[in-house]
């Protein structure tokens, strides 16, 4: 089964930060964000990514075939790029353990939409009837195994990840004379949001046009014929939107407190 991330975004909420360097580079604990995405997919035996590249993709491209796996010369599969990194193409890295992890480069433009992005990898979803989609900003301890036999469970065409997002702001609690009672820093809220790790079947792409928003008429149409199932997870998950997610991402790692990490 296939995973796709999409990492083609502008990192504009991220300011400087993100101006220069692709979102998907940008470091946790030492490693670009992209990497510890792919490890905890890697973590569930899900090794055959397809990144969906734009803004500074060249850059994503260069850094996995320079840094990536220093100890393995990657193979260039059918896909061979051209010596200045254009165009798609694939890698793919043998582990001493026998493993394969491969990679599917596929430039899907600077400016397009999330949907149109999928859109246009479907020809590297090869003979794959479900396949795995993800943002490349978010992080979670969900377990995409259960995600996944739950996705094959419905029947339906899609689920989604929901989850409990952290509020931006800590909140008080007042009494009836609105005496100040509490304080409570940044609570969990109780309402779900979609925190993305979706399972798609290939129906999706009947729902998808050149360059749609993923979260907009084909998730609503979906949902409006039932084919939109939600995954209710609990645990940990929070995506690296602005630069202080950033480095509140960093201050879990260095206080080992990253409940992503499901590796070892």
């Known amino acids: 089964m296939k995973t796709v991330i999409l990492c083609g975004g502008k ?16 470091e946790i604990g030492g490693q ?4 510890h995405i792919l490890k905890l997919y890697q973590h569930y035996g899900l090794n055959d990514f397809v990144l969906c590249l734009g803004f ?26 051209a010596p ?11 582990h001493a353990d026998g493993n394969e992890l491969t990679i599917t480069f596929a430039d899907t433009g600077a400016e397009t939409n999330t949907g149109g992005r999928i859109k246009q990898i479907e ?31 419905h029947g339906r065409t899609a689920t989604l990840t929901a989850v409990h997002p952290r509020s931006n702001f800590g909140i008080i609690k007042l009494d009836g004379e609105s005496a100040v009672t509490d304080f409570e820093e940044k609570p969990v809220m ?31 149409r979906l949902a409006a014929e039932r084919q939109l199932i939600a995954f209710q997870h609990s645990g940990f998950w929070k995506c690296m939107d602005t630069y202080k997610d ?10 080992g407190q990253a409940e992503w990490k499901v590796w070892r």
Not at 11 to 26: D, F, M, N, Q, S
Not at 58 to 80: C, G
Not at 193 to 208: A, K, Q, S, T
Not at 246 to 255: I, V
Request: charged share 25%.
């Open 11 to 26: 990192g504009t909420r991220l300011g400087e930060h993100g101006a220069t360097v692709p979102k998907g580079l940008i």
């Open 32 to 35: 670009p964000v992209l990497w």
């Open 56 to 81: 500074l993709g060249e850059e994503i491209k260069r850094h996995f075939t320079t840094h990536y796996f220093l100890d393995r010369e990657p193979q260039y599969a059918d896909l061979a790029p």
């Open 84 to 94: 200045d990194l254009a165009g798609d193409f694939q890698l793919c890295w043998q």
């Open 123 to 153: 020809k590297y979803l090869g003979g794959d009837e479900t396949f795995c989609v993800t943002y490349g900003d978010g992080l979670s301890s969900v377990n995409l195994t259960a995600l996944i036999d739950f996705h094959r469970s």
């Open 190 to 220: 109780q309402e779900w949001i979609n925190g993305g790790f979706f399972v798609f079947n290939r129906r999706l792409f009947d729902y998808l046009t050149d360059d749609c928003v993923l979260e907009r008429e084909p998730l609503e």
């Open 246 to 255: 950033n480095l509140e991402f960093n201050q879990l790692w260095d206080a």
